[in-house]
Nanobody, 125 residues
Framework: QVQLVESGGGLVQAGGSLRVSCAAS????????MGWFRQAPGKEREFIAA????????YYADSAKGRFTISRDNAKNTVYLQMNSLKTEDTAVYYC??????????????????WGQGTQVTVSS
């Protein structure tokens, strides 16, 4: 099992930037893809971006393309989500997730085995 801890959330004005981090510990050798999701009140958990740990290949939801960038630091076992040009509709709890086995998908919550506790991102107008 992989333990995940998010950090870096907070309050930012619309148009601003924020970077959230996710530190992994535990059985990090079994970590195929790591992803970021978000969930706003009353809404389903939404895929944002994912990165394949071995190759660095990245995948993005349409809503994230051009504004968000996912990256990883192998030495720190940490994945980042850089968010630019933030909008009020980006307000949500942001979750980090990790796959513990190889899967064909990466965009659904059920594709992941481990989850962090989430970090709140609030974008004000």
């Amino acid at each position: 099992q992989v333990q995940l801890v998010e950090s870096g959330g907070g309050l930012v004005q619309a148009g601003g930037s924020l970077r959230v981090s996710c530190a992994a510990s535990g059985r990090t050798s079994r970590r195929y893809v790591m992803g970021w999701f978000r969930q706003a009140p009353g809404k389903e958990r939404e895929f944002i971006a994912a990165i394949r740990w071995s190759s660095g290949s990245t995948y993005y939801a349409d809503s994230a393309k051009g504004r968000f960038t996912i990256s990883r630091d192998n030495a720190k076992n940490t994945v980042y989500l850089q968010m630019n040009s933030l909008k009020t509709e980006d307000t949500a709890v942001y979750y980090c997730a990790a796959q513990g086995a190889w899967r064909t998908g990466w965009a659904a919550p059920y594709d992941y085995d481990s989850w962090g506790q989430g970090t709140q991102v609030t974008v004000s107008s």
